[in-house]
């Protein structure tokens, strides 16, 4: 892929962050965001460096900036900086995870024969959106309180100011419920779309669901003339290896760093 293209699945990602968050504060090598509305969700809140930056002034600048949250967070998106800072933030505590930036280079799949719309989270009782992903991140994390849930769960709001257009979509079974979903994100202007968060409900597992919100959301992308269409994934966790089978193609890596 032209560099110029990576160059391009950064800006937007950094974009994203910006537009999406309460507050920006600058920083030396990065910016900022914070939103209290959603205190416990680390995307909402965190560091991201784009350097120059001095990884051994990250823990300090990470404490004086997130002091308030029970969390760290620090994503670093120079491939390079990223491994200079592994050693000196594991070493202050901080767990380490890279994230692959995939970009879709095979065709533009044929539509699935699964449903597919386009989800509000909307109110209860008629919200199955958002019913299907509290009840998944439960499942995820039985031990959180419902704070922590209501913010991971209720974030998905901040993030419709993230694009030029920001959808979601979800798959349902026979009986209407949603059963997988995806956050599909737009900006026609400039050519690029992420899909981002594809999760199935663990009860419908390995039975296309996936395949089918994956395939509606590239179709979409592809439909409003977004040419560039990416996703992110974790370099240690199996979806890698099923995106890589749909066509995605690793062409770069940022750093996550966590402390809680």
């Known amino acids: 892929m032209p560099r110029d293209d990576l160059q391009r699945v950064r ?27 959603y205190a416990r969700s680390h995307e909402h809140n965190q560091l991201h460096v784009v350097g120059p930056a ?16 029970p969390h760290r967070r620090i994503t670093v998106h120079d491939e390079a900086l990223g491994l200079v800072c592994v050693p000196v933030l594991e070493r ?9 930036l995939m970009v879709h280079t095979g065709p533009v799949p044929k539509a699935s024969a699964a449903d597919v719309v386009e989800r509000e989270l ?19 994390m039985p031990d959180a309180d419902e704070r922590t849930v209501h913010d991971l769960v209720e974030r998905r709001e901040a993030r419709r100011a993230g694009a030029e257009e920001v ?3 979800a798959a ?8 997988s979903w995806a956050d599909l994100y737009l900006a026609p202007a400039a050519g690029i779309a992420q899909i981002e968060e594809v999760v199935t409900a663990e009860p419908y597992l390995r039975r296309g669901y996936a395949d089918a919100v994956v395939t509606a959301a590239l179709r979409r992308a592809a439909a409003a003339g977004c040419a560039l269409r990416f996703l992110v994934a974790d370099q240690d966790d199996w979806p890698l290896h099923w995106y890589g089978r749909r066509g995605f193609t ?3 890596r940022t750093h996550a760093f966590t402390r809680c």
Do not use: K, M, N
């Open 92 to 100: 202050a505590g901080y767990r380490h995870v890279t994230e692959v």
């Open 11 to 37: 800006d937007f990602r950094l974009s994203f962050a910006r537009r999406q968050a309460a507050e920006v504060r600058e920083v030396p090598g990065g910016f900022l965001v914070l939103d209290v509305r």
């Open 54 to 69: 001095d990884p051994e002034g990250l823990p300090g600048l990470a404490d004086e900036t997130l002091a308030p949250l």
């Open 122 to 140: 909307g109110p209860e009782p008629h919200g199955l959106l958002r019913r299907a992903v509290t009840a998944q991140q439960r499942r995820w």
């Open 167 to 169: 959808l979601f979509l």
């Open 172 to 179: 349902h079974d026979d009986s209407g419920e949603v059963v």
């Open 250 to 252: 690793a062409v770069g």
